[in-house]
């Protein structure tokens, strides 16, 4: 099945330190998702973005539509322990009723 | 509590049974969803139901089977004839209109299954 390009693949960085994460997709995209999972656990949804050029927060956390609909990105802001996990991306074709993923960003914190 | 959940969280079985991974939502959502999820990789899409009564294979359906009986569940079946079944799986819900918020999946805790 269709997959996103997300980057990067891993990460390790300081505690303090601030991220940034994408996806693209050669597909134009109706809906832009992330989520993140911790060990053992179910992903859980963090940003879904609607409309292109759409900036949305939640705390720590932004991220944006593509104006071109074609990507997207996820900020963390000063990063914390917590923040530990692996990071999805996922969008929606126009009228499609399944999610298209990207492989997952592992961020590593060192204290 | 509106929400998904998935039972057993951890589930063990011998090789050549089949066996039965359970999911229920609260969340009157239409759209169910089963992935799978192996060690280091993403999600892959094994069967989906939009409505009752109805189903589709995702991209990775071969040796599972699934009903979707009432709304609120949808069971998935791994059987013997599935080549590898040691892997977590993801059950979702979504509502089930198409496009805008109605694309946004929620997913359950996960049910690791080993086969022994």
């Known amino acids: 099945g269709q997959q996103l390009n997300q980057s990067p693949q891993s990460m390790f960085i300081q505690e303090g330190e601030d991220v940034s994460m994408n996806c693209t997709s050669s597909?134009?995209?109706?809906?832009w998702l992330w989520y993140k999972q911790d060990p053992g656990e179910g992903p859980v949804l963090l940003i879904a973005?609607?409309?292109?050029?759409e900036l949305t927060s939640n705390g720590r956390l932004t991220a944006q539509f593509g104006i071109t609909r074609k990507d997207s990105f996820l900020n963390i802001s000063a990063s914390i322990p917590s923040d530990v996990g692996i990071y999805f991306c996922a969008g929606s074709l126009w009228g499609a009723q399944k999610l298209v993923f990207g492989q997952g960003t592992r961020l590593t914190i060192n204290p | 509590d509106g929400g998904i959940t998935q039972s057993p969280k951890y589930l063990f079985r011998k090789e050549g049974q089949n066996v039965t991974l359970s999911c229920e939502q609260n969340?009157?959502?239409?759209?169910m969803y089963w992935y799978r999820q192996d060690p280091g990789q993403g999600l892959r899409l094994i069967y989906y139901s939009q409505i009752v009564n109805d189903f589709q294979k995702g991209d990775i359906a071969e040796g599972y089977s699934v009903s979707r009986e009432k709304k609120e569940s949808f069971p998935l079946t791994v059987t013997s004839a599935q080549k590898n079944p040691t892997a977590f799986y993801l059950c979702?819900?979504?509502?089930?209109?198409?496009?805008?918020?109605?694309?946004?999946?929620?997913f359950g805790p996960g049910t690791r299954l080993t086969v022994l």
């Open positions: 969340l009157n959502h239409d759209a």
């Open positions: 597909s134009i995209f109706n809906t």
């Open positions: 973005l609607y409309k292109a050029g």
């Open positions: 979702a819900s979504k509502e089930g209109r198409t496009s805008g918020k109605a694309d946004t999946q929620y």
